[in-house]
């Protein structure tokens, strides 16, 4: 079992950025993929994206894709997702997730194991 744990979520306007980071304990961290999902308000959470084992096989929403990037350092078994020119519509707790038996692709939630307990995000506008 890998616990996952998020951190930087706060308060920003729209058209700022802001990295959440989440880091891995437990597990082999450079063997498995990780990803992100979101749940806005009100909504279902939903995957925002995704990174293989390796760094080179990333996927991303269409909503967040030319914004959001998603990225790892398999020494510090940490996973990132840098968010720039957010917009209200980000606005979630987010999610972050290890998928221990993938290694390069994983995009639905029920390919990942473990889950953090959420990194709230708020956008105003």
């Known amino acids: 079992q890998v616990r996952v744990e998020e951190a930087g979520g706060g308060v920003v306007q729209a058209g700022d950025s802001l990295r959440l980071s989440c880091v891995a304990f437990?597990?082999?961290?450079?063997?498995?993929?990780m990803g992100w999902f979101r749940r806005p308000p009100g909504k279902e959470r939903t995957f925002v994206a995704s990174?293989?084992?390796?760094?080179?096989?990333?996927h991303y929403a269409d909503s967040v894709k030319g914004r959001f990037i998603v990225s790892r350092d398999n020494d510090r078994s940490t996973v990132y997702l840098d968010m720039t020119n957010l917009r209200p519509e980000d606005t979630a707790v987010y999610y972050c997730?290890?998928?221990?038996?993938?290694?390069?692709?994983?995009?639905?939630?029920?390919?990942?194991?473990?889950w953090g307990q959420g990194a709230q995000v708020y956008v105003s506008s």
């Open positions: 997730a290890a998928a221990r038996n993938y290694r390069d692709y994983a995009v639905t939630a029920r390919d990942f194991d473990d």
């Open positions: 437990g597990g082999t961290f450079r063997a498995y993929a």
């Open positions: 990174i293989g084992s390796s760094g080179e096989n990333k």
